[in-house]
T-cell receptor
Framework: DQQVKQNSPSLSVQEGRISILNCDYTNSMFDYFLWYKKYPAEGPTFLISISSIKDKNEDGRFTVFLNKSAKHLSLHIVPSQPGDSAVYFC???????????????FGQGTILTVHP | EAGVAQSPRYKIIEKRQSVAFWCNPISGHATLYWYQQILGQGPKLLIQFQNNGVVDDSQLPKDRFSAERLKGVDSTLKIQPAKLEDSAVYLCASNQRGHGIPGANVLTFGAGSRLTVL
């Protein structure tokens, strides 16, 4: 049962344009969402997150949007740079009794390629 | 701040052999996780420790996988005997509760240990 899905295995964009990576989830208990970036031979690195009490969170060139009714989130990168080329993972977690747990459920990942 | 250290980075073994991976989390991080990432998939949680106690090992194949975190710092993940389907990257992560938004957890991952079972 894939609770977090990234339906696009890959995305190719031109430098300077917008990159939009999508993620869908099925578990309504998820209340915190994260995006991780992964370069080859390295571990995933945290990029940006959003709590379910918000619908948008921005950090520099990166913005994450959350649509709870659709159980959908997206990551926007503007402008895209060649150094952004990596695998992007969407992840979700559920709080329990007010104490959050770091158990993350990951999507399959989307390979982003930004062409110069 | 030093990151999460893992070793070995690469390991090739034959099926039915055993292997062990080591992880040293970020200093002061009480919670430690082992994730398994099979090629083409996202990481999947195997086990979660809080200090030296197990919080969640529901997805750990206990007939062949074992993990311990003695003294609440370093951790070791062992596979015995290994199967072909255990070929994956084993990622260790740790986190500091309260980072960022209250109630949220952001994990810091190590570079991983890549296991190939022939």
């Amino acid at each position: 049962d894939q609770q977090v899905k990234q339906n696009s295995p890959s995305l190719s964009v031109q430098e300077g344009r917008i990159s939009i990576l999508n993620c869908d989830y099925t578990n309504s208990m998820f209340d915190y969402f994260l995006w991780y970036k992964k370069y080859p031979a390295e571990g995933p690195t945290f990029l940006i997150s959003i709590s379910s009490i918000k619908d948008k969170n921005e950090d520099g060139r990166f913005t994450v949007f959350l649509n709870k009714s659709a159980k959908h989130l997206s990551l926007h990168i503007v402008p895209s740079q060649p150094g952004d080329s990596a695998v992007y993972f969407c992840a979700a977690s559920a709080s329990a009794g007010g104490t959050s747990y770091g158990k993350l459920t990951f999507g399959q990942g989307t390979i982003l390629t930004v062409h110069p | 701040e030093a990151g999460v250290a893992q070793s070995p980075r690469y390991k090739i073994i034959e099926k039915r052999q055993s292997v062990a991976f080591w992880c040293n989390p970020i200093s002061g991080h009480a919670t430690l996780y082992w994730y398994q990432q099979i090629l083409g998939q996202g990481p999947k949680l195997l086990i979660q420790f809080q200090n030296n106690g197990v919080v969640d090992d529901s997805q750990l194949p206990k007939d062949r996988f074992s993990a311990e975190r003695l003294k609440g710092v370093d951790s070791t993940l062992k596979i015995q005997p290994a199967k072909l389907e255990d070929s994956a990257v084993y990622l260790c992560a740790s986190n500091q509760r309260g980072h960022g938004i209250p109630g949220a957890n952001v994990l810091t991952f190590g570079a991983g240990s890549r296991l190939t079972v022939l």
